[in-house]
């Protein structure tokens, strides 16, 4: 996501890594050889690293195969490199993005190389969060103005004398460094390193009821194991985020974005109507979000349990 940031080229959707954050090694290279390729019925699908967008593309990749006939392969690519990746027509759609107003307008707009799928059905957001036990204790560390009070708090031998903000992979375009300077807060930005690291260390910490403060995002299935309270940051207004320097405000509300390669919009046929039809909603996403990283079932089992589960969700995005 751009804001989440949210990928090694594998044979399908089922054999990836729980990569449940937003950014890895950028694979583009390796994408699948059948990507846009003329009158195959094949498609290769961009697999971001959180486990909500590999949620999408388990249950579009179900659908494609078991009821449409279609090979599926995926590639996982970083959020940027994967536009570049869908304009060169090495992947055929991106189903999860969040927002990259510099790449819609160089391929949307100026290149015509991409064309919008539309939206997912999922409004997204990131922000600052408590647990919501640490919040009930001091309902006043919702207040960013309030969060150098419990610095010392959320203090850990990573964050060199100051609070931590725990951060994901450091290669998630996020604001927050840029929020912690220009704020003045005394808290350091700590990269876990993924987010499977960055879920790892908050379920640690709230086994032992400490408090921390971390980034994190909606819709996003920890929050029914780990509850957590927003921290209110100055209101976001629009183009506040404009210069990345210079941010000091909230996140913005966003609305996913599907983009699809504009060969394969014209000419993908049943295939690409599906994927300009696939539209859930948060808690479609969520349910297969847990299955996948709480119950640990392979995301192709996750997709077939969900299918079976919403008949009459999915069979709305079959083409007639």
Known sequence: MRLRTTYTAVAGVSALLLLTGCGAADMTQQASPFANAQGARTVTLSVQSWVGAQANVAVAQYVLEHEMGYRVDTVQVDEVPAW????????????????????????????????????????????????????????????????????????????????????????????????????????????AGSEAAQITQMKQFAKEEKPFLTYWYSPQWLFEKVPM??????????????????????YPHTPLQKYLNADFAKTGGKAAALLKNFKWTTEDQNEVSLMIANDKLTAQEAAKKWVERHPSTWRAWLPS
């Open 84 to 191: 570049d990746a869908l304009s060169q027509g090495r992947v055929d759609a991106i189903l999860e993005d969040w927002g990259h107003p510099d790449q819609e307008k160089r391929y949307v707009e100026d290149k015509k190389t991409i064309a919008p799928g539309g939206d997912l059905g999922v409004t997204g957001h990131i922000g600052w969060y408590v647990p919501t036990y640490f919040a009930k204790q001091h309902p006043d560390v919702t207040d960013w103005k309030n969060l150098d009070k419990y610095a010392d708090r959320m203090r850990t031998p990573e964050s060199g004398g100051k609070g931590q903000l725990l951060d994901g992979s450091p290669s998630y375009v996020t604001n927050d460094k840029a929020l912690v300077d220009n704020l003045h807060l005394n808290y350091q930005v700590v990269f």
């Open 229 to 250: 309270t927003e921290v209110k940051l100055p209101a976001y207004k629009e183009g506040c985020d404009a210069d990345a320097a210079k941010v000091a405000c909230a």
